[in-house]
């Protein structure tokens, strides 16, 4: 909230020294008129007087004019005047050891600036200005007068520094009061700006006491934001209810292949209770139907005990075991074989490293991807994981042997963007799970061709085994 | 040195002419005396000085007129124009046939000067042939130090002196070929002894950087001239009373003081015969 008014206070620092550069551009624009008015004087009196000296050839005189004409003092003082033939020779000079009488000087003339020139340039502390001196319509030659021009400097450097200070004292007040005001104006939008501040993942309405109702723009802006509060609450519950909805829906999807599961050993188990009830009498039948029977409901049991570990409403916190990725094996299995499709199980994380990793999320991560694999691998396809490590993290990559992750769902897996009405329903769930582990999920393919998921979790989500 | 205080004097001479009445009725014509910048500058405080003292001894009013050369003075004083001149021995010598001299002012207890030439401090000049080429200062054509004694002196060591400068010009004033060749307009220049010397200590500043690197043999100082038909006249030898009265008032004598001189006398029938040797000099040459 400090950047707009070190703006304002920015561009009143600029506004001084614009307003400055005009000031000094004025002067300087003074100066030279200034210059020209008083060169222009001294040219026409020369020019009035030094015509019968010049016909007769009067050195001393047109000298001693000359020379009045440097003697005089104050400001724009002439150093030096000269006055050279058409030919470029001096006529005469008050300076005659520099430019002695009849001395080729054409350059004095080629340098000096015509007096009636636009600008002069009063950057250095001398000027030469030139003029074609007449005397009864005949041109005589040209009268070079060196001004100097140090006072113009000198007040130049003079009204530089009052500049300075005094714009300085100006714009130093007026962005200091401009910070302010511009303060007290943006005082409602830093408010907001410390409400967001406060906890960046908890926004909370501004409460209607604090809307100042007298100021109509803040109260709409307070407003506003609370509508905009209020709205991204509803749209987080929306988001909250749908990630249930999906996990239901993947129970729903399990509940197939879990009846089947079921339903498959349950002919041959009713079978064995009808042998049990037909030969009572003979152990070795007994024994054997039992040992069956016992198979058959240890399997039901791990079927459903798997189905119940993966959607329990709180995620356990214990770590993943090597016996869970065998659950999940057992719960894909029935469904890859229903498809026909060929299940691809490459454990390379040893038992410890296993243990770092989540098991509840990892379940559900697992399972989601797997399930929608099968989904999009179809019948006969190939479907897998591929468990490793890289460095301090795991990869879990689920494999499929589909056309690849469509657009519209891949934004579902690796984006916040709001879900859109369709397929891939699991896969919102399956990035806040690798979000809520610090993990991250990418794309690609596996040696052999599949697609790959790869979620990449680190390996101290969990403290250890015991965690 | 001797301090002057001009009102007293002046105020001294107005109570002078008030105590002669007789003056007053008559009203006689003023004395007109004729001034050149060439040997005697603008110095109005100067003037003043001699007025009051020629005015209060002549018992007329005294006035002066100055033009910018020796021969326009001379011109006026032919024409009777004017009473009396300040000139030059040369231009009295040209006009001989009807100038003379009046009194001649006594310079260091003599009535003589030498010309000079002058160059900037610091170089070396053995002789004239060391000026050869330079641009050349002369004060006046009708001054015999400053125009005649160089000419003359050129043409005595065989020189063609309109040849022997790269150029020349004249600055009608002593005063002013110093100050041509102080400040290097001109690398030498023809001056009066005298002017030279007297400004060598009332203005040092100004010659300061010069130097003589000749001098010539003595010839008449610069005498007070009237016609040969005015010089028995009573203005006209009231006026040399005058002058060589100088030293019995306040203002005489203040006005010698800034002249540097010791007074003026009359003068002797050899006085100008360096200056005619000169002029023959010329006028040999054609």
Known sequence: ?467 | MIRFERRRVLCGAGAALLAMPGILHAQPAPFRFGLTPVFLDNDWQLLDFLRVHLSTKMGREVEFLQRRTYKEVTALLLMGEIDAAWLCGYPLLQNIDRLSALALPIWRGQPNYSAKIITRTGRAVQGLEDLRGDIHAYSDPDSNSGHLVTVSELLRQNYRPEAFFDRSFFTYGHRNVARAVARGLAQSGSVDGYVYDAMKRAEPELVANTQVVWESELFGFPPIVATRETLDSEPVQSFFSALTTMRESDAGQAALHMLQLDGFAAPDAHSFDQIAARMRIVAERG
């Open chain 1, 1 to 467: 909230m400090v950047k707009g008014p070190l703006l304002a206070a920015g561009l009143l620092v600029l506004v001084g020294v614009l307003a400055s550069h005009l000031v000094l551009r004025a002067l300087v624009n003074t100066q030279e008129r200034h210059l020209r008015e008083m060169a222009l004087l001294e040219f026409a009196g020369v020019e009035a007087t030094i015509g019968p000296f010049l016909v007769r050839d009067d050195i001393w005189e047109m000298f001693d004019l000359l020379d009045c004409v440097t003697q005089r003092e104050g400001a724009l003082q002439p150093l030096q005047a000269t006055l050279i033939d058409p030919l470029g020779r001096v006529i005469v000079s008050t300076a005659p050891e520099v430019n002695p009488i009849g001395t080729q000087k054409a350059s004095m003339i080629a340098t000096a600036t015509p007096v009636a020139a636009e600008h002069y340039d009063l950057s250095v502390g001398e000027i030469a200005l030139s003029k074609v001196l007449q005397y009864q319509g005949r041109p005589l030659g040209q009268l070079v007068i060196a001004f100097d021009t140090t006072g113009f400097i000198a007040e130049r450097a003079r009204t530089t520094g009052f500049l300075i200070a005094g714009n300085a004292g100006a714009t130093l007040i007026a962005a200091l009061l401009g910070f302010w005001l511009m303060r007290r104006v943006l005082r409602p939008v830093a408010r907001l700006t410390d409400e967001k501040g406060r906890r960046s993942d908890a926004l909370t309405p501004i409460p209607d006491t604090a809307i100042p109702r007298r100021n109509p723009e803040v109260a709409k802006l307070y407003d506003t934001y609370n509508g905009l509060i209020r709205a991204v609450a509803e749209r987080d519950a929306t988001t909250r209810r749908l990630a249930d909805r999906e996990r239901f829906v993947s129970l729903g999807r399990l509940a197939g292949t879990l009846a089947h599961e079921v339903n498959n050993p349950l002919g041959g188990l009713l079978n064995t209770v009808d042998t049990l009830r037909t030969y009572p009498e003979r152990a070795d039948v007994v024994k054997s139907a039992a040992d069956l029977l016992d198979r058959g409901l240890r399997h039901m049991r791990d079927v459903v005990r798997a189905t119940l570990d993966v959607h329990r409403d709180a995620p356990e916190r214990r770590p993943l075991t090597l016996a869970d990725l065998e659950d999940l094996n057992l719960l894909i299995r029935p469904e890859a074989e229903r498809r026909g499709q060929k299940l691809h199980w490459d454990i390379k994380l040893a038992e410890d490293r296993v243990a770092h990793l989540p098991a509840g999320p990892v379940r559900q991560i697992v399972l989601n991807l797997l399930l929608n694999a099968s989904s999009v691998a179809g019948y006969g396809g190939e479907i897998g994981l591929r468990l490793e490590g890289e460095g301090n993290s795991a990869l879990l990559a689920v494999q499929d042997s589909g056309p690849g992750l469509p657009e519209h769902l891949q934004s579902r897996l690796l984006s916040d963007a709001p879900l859109e009405p369709g397929g891939g329903v699991g896969l919102r769930l399956v990035r806040e799970l690798v979000q809520g582990a610090d993990g991250r999920i990418t794309l690609g393919q596996s040696a052999q061709g599949l697609q790959e998921i790869q979620v990449h979790l680190p390996c101290s989500g969990v403290g250890g085994q015991d965690a």
